[in-house]
T-cell receptor, first 112, second 114 residues
Framework: DQQVKQNSPSLSVQEGRISILNCDYT??????FLWYKKYPAEGPTFLIS?????DKNEDGRFTVFLNKSAKHLSLHIVPSQPGDSAVYFC???????????FGTGTRLKVLA | IAGITQAPTSQILAAGRRMTLRCTQD?????MYWYRQDLGLGLRLIHY???????GKGEVPDGYSVSRANTDDFPLTLASAVPSQTSVYFC?????????????FGPGTRLTVL
């Protein structure tokens, strides 16, 4: 049973436009959410996170939005750059569990 | 600073053989983790350790064992490898193991079990 779902396996966006990556979760106990980026032949690297007490967190070109009632979060990248081409994983965790549950990933391709 | 190193980078293994994947971190992080990444399944936690001397089971622990004799090293052992353990394995660490701690990942080990 996939508790964290990324329903779009891939996404292509033109350079300079907005990229929107989506993630849904089913466990209402999750209260901390993260996005990781992964390039080929490398380990995932942390990108941005959000606590359930917030509905938005921004870091430069990256913004994460959280809609708790819909159990949905999204990552916005504006403007998208070719170097953003990677696989993006969302992850969720619940207080006291010491564990992340990862989604299946979305491969983003930013076209020059 | 190297961060997290994993060895080997890749390995082809005959089914039934024993294999240990090595992971070392130089950040003096208390918590360490082992994940496997499979196409269509994302990253799944195998085992974790919140501090030296303690370990815990993740989502998919069967067929794997770990030990944490010291802070820096967290080896993952497949006692008798099976083809379904073909995967890319990532080791990670975080400062204290809290869910708000950033996890830092190693470069991965690609394992093929024939």
């Amino acid at each position: 049973d996939q508790q964290v779902k990324q329903n779009s396996p891939s996404l292509s966006v033109q350079e300079g436009r907005i990229s929107i990556l989506n993630c849904d979760y089913t466990n209402s106990m999750f209260d901390y959410f993260l996005w990781y980026k992964k390039y080929p032949a490398e380990g995932p690297t942390f990108l941005i996170s959000i606590s359930s007490i917030k509905d938005k967190n921004e870091d430069g070109r990256f913004t994460v939005f959280l809609n708790k009632s819909a159990k949905h979060l999204s990552l916005h990248i504006v403007p998208s750059q070719p170097g953003d081409s990677a696989v993006y994983f969302c992850a969720a965790s619940a207080s006291g569990t010491y564990k992340y549950i990862f989604g299946t990933g979305t491969r983003l391709k930013v076209l020059a | 600073i190297a961060g997290i190193t994993q060895a080997p980078t890749s390995q082809i293994l005959a089914a039934g053989r024993r294999m240990t994947l090595r992971c070392t971190q130089d950040m003096r992080h208390n918590a360490m983790y082992w994940y496997r990444q499979d196409l269509g399944l994302g990253l799944r936690l195998i085992h974790y350790s919140n501090t030296a001397g303690t370990t815990g089971k993740g989502e998919v622990p069967d067929g794997y064992s770990v030990s944490r004799a010291n802070t820096d090293d967290f080896p993952l052992t497949l006692a008798s490898a099976v083809p379904s353990q073909t995967s890319v394995y990532f080791c990670a660490s975080s400062e204290s193991g809290g869910v708000t701690d950033t996890q830092y990942f190693g470069p991965g080990t690609r394992l093929t079990v024939l």
